[in-house]
């Protein structure tokens, strides 16, 4: 199971104000206008949380395959230069396992085993495809539409009421984002192309903190050739602009796996 766990350190990352909100469209009686031209990202009107640094810590439910587990999650994002996760689970109530992502890299701290183990950022490809790079990530933990997946001639925009979708494919993978009345994600699909993998990312209860409007409840699910994750998450700390910590020392007794 622990094991298990440590590869859903990967896969939540996989899967996510002192700042201004970013906007860059015009609204017409409240809504979005269709733009004209829906390769330029500089037409759609994107309600992104512009933070330095998050904190948050939540309970989650995870399914793994046929596993299930209750775990305390406490993620920390330094803006653009590393993702922290750690994981604690519920029935043991001690730390389990530490994921450290850079944008060359994945660290992983087995603590109950004792083990270390050190990647390089491409390895998560084989669950989430080429075109997912570390912004990708942490826009999907942080629930902001990625300006990276944005800037292709390969783009679509319908819109409703309450609801916008962007529709399109970058660097071999489909995404979707569809937003709601704020202009924030509500649903996330991101499929690599000509491939059975997943993953997608459901946004709920969306709660003003500090300025930052920020989905609470997140409902992340991965589907990739060897492994199947559903995770429910419910934030109950949350902080932003924060000075962080991102403790991450392997001792001399842990057994590197390669």
């Not at 766990?5 to 860059?24: D, E, M, N």
């Not at 640094?53 to 590393?82: C, P, W, Y």
């Not at 933990?141 to 309450?162: E, F, G, K, P, W």
């Amino acid at each position: 199971m622990w094991n298990k766990l440590l590869i859903l350190g990967i896969g939540l990352a996989v899967l996510t104000s002192c700042g201004a909100k970013r906007q860059v469209a015009t609204q017409s009686n409240g809504g979005v206008s269709v733009p004209s031209s829906p390769n330029n990202i500089a037409d759609f009107l994107i309600n992104n949380l512009d933070f330095h640094t998050f904190s948050g810590r939540a309970k989650a439910k995870v399914e793994l395959g046929k596993d299930n587990q209750d775990v305390t999650m406490h993620v920390r994002i330094k803006r653009d230069q590393a993702i922290w996760i750690s994981l604690t689970a519920t029935f043991l109530n001690v730390e389990g396992a530490r994921v450290l992502i850079t944008p060359d890299s994945i660290k992983i701290l087995n603590k109950l085993h004792g083990e270390y183990t050190a990647k390089p950022f491409n390895y998560i490809h084989q669950y989430t495809g080429k075109g997912v790079n570390f912004r990708v990530l942490q826009d999907l933990l942080i629930a902001n539409v990625s300006s990276d997946l944005l800037r292709t001639d390969q783009m679509t925009v319908a819109q409703a009421t309450d609801d916008v979708q962007l529709v399109g494919v970058k660097d071999d993978l489909s995404f979707q984002y569809s937003l709601n009345g704020k202009y924030r994600p509500k649903v996330i699909r991101i499929t690599p192309t000509g491939s059975s993998q997943s993953l997608e990312a459901f946004y709920s209860s969306f709660n003003d903190v500090t300025g930052y409007n920020f989905p609470q409840n997140q409902n992340i699910k991965l589907n990739a050739d060897k492994m199947q994750i559903n995770a429910l998450l419910n934030y109950n700390k949350i902080e932003f602009n924060q000075e962080l910590e991102m403790p991450f020392t392997v001792p001399s007794r842990y057994k590197v796996i390669n």
